[in-house]
Structures are given as C-alpha cells and as structure tokens.
C-alpha cells in the first residue's frame, strides 16, 4: 500500500512538473515560415489519374511563431493559389498578421481547396497547454 502510494505521488509531482513547465515556458519556433514544395511531375501524375496528395486539406499556423506560408512549386507547370500564379521554379511566400480561418483555391491540391487557419499566439499559461497538447496530437498523428 506504501509504495503504491509513493508511486501515485511521484506521478502526479511529475505531471505537475510537466503542466508549469508547459504553462510557464515561451514558446519558441526555428523558422517562422511553414514550407510546402511541390514537386516536379505532380500535374502530370494527375493528368495521368494518379492519385498525389502533396498538400494537406487542413495547414493551422500560429501568429509570432510559424505565420508565414511558404510555397515552392518545383513542378514543369504553373500552379494557381488564391490569386497568385506560381510559376515553374517560383516561390510564393503568404505572411499572415491577423488570426482567422482562410479559404484558398490551389491547384497543387487534389479537392482544388485548401484551409488555412491561423491561430493567435498563445500567451496565457493556460493557452500554451493547449497549443503545445495540440501540437503534440498533431506530432503523434
């Protein structure tokens, strides 16, 4: 009984541990730029019937950290996304500075849509928990 009790213990010290550490510590991101390529012969593969997935239906960025939505089309043909033609071997870069859900229309994407949503930087201790849970859910994905 003793040592159940010990274990309990250090596991609920260790995820209190946890929860201020996730709380309490800044958030950090190596680049603010989400980079999608999409590769050379992807409309052909299309035009041919394949089925290519290059993009995600669903990109979620977050303010201050990774806001800026970099696309670089390496593909024989021009792609369209939003209003912007990306021509072969060009880079569009989209930095977003208001939190929302966006609606594009991209060729590169087999549904012709993609969403974006854009989230605002989480700065209360309880908002980093969550950013930080999803993020791993999505890492676990």
Not at 11 to 35: F, G
Not at 45 to 73: C, E, F, S, W, Y
Not at 84 to 95: I, S, Y
Not at 97 to 122: K, L, N
Request: proline share 7%.
């Amino acid at each position: 009984m003793r040592t159940r009790t010990l274990v309990m213990s250090t596991i609920a010290a260790a995820s209190l541990v946890a929860l201020t550490w996730a709380a309490v510590m800044p958030l950090h991101s190596a680049s603010r730029e989400h980079v999608f390529e999409i590769p050379k012969g992807t409309w052909a593969r299309r035009m041919a019937g394949q089925k290519v997935q290059i993009l995600p239906d669903h990109i979620r960025l977050t303010l201050g950290l990774n806001d800026i939505l970099v696309l670089k089309n390496h593909d024989d043909v021009p792609q369209i996304f939003g209003p912007t033609l990306m021509m072969p071997g060009q880079t569009f870069r989209l930095p977003f500075e208001r939190p929302a859900q966006y609606q594009f229309a991209c060729t590169a994407h087999a549904s012709g849509q993609m969403t974006i949503d854009v989230d605002s930087y989480p700065s209360t201790p309880v908002a980093r928990i969550a950013w930080r849970a999803r993020a791993l859910l999505r890492a676990l994905r």
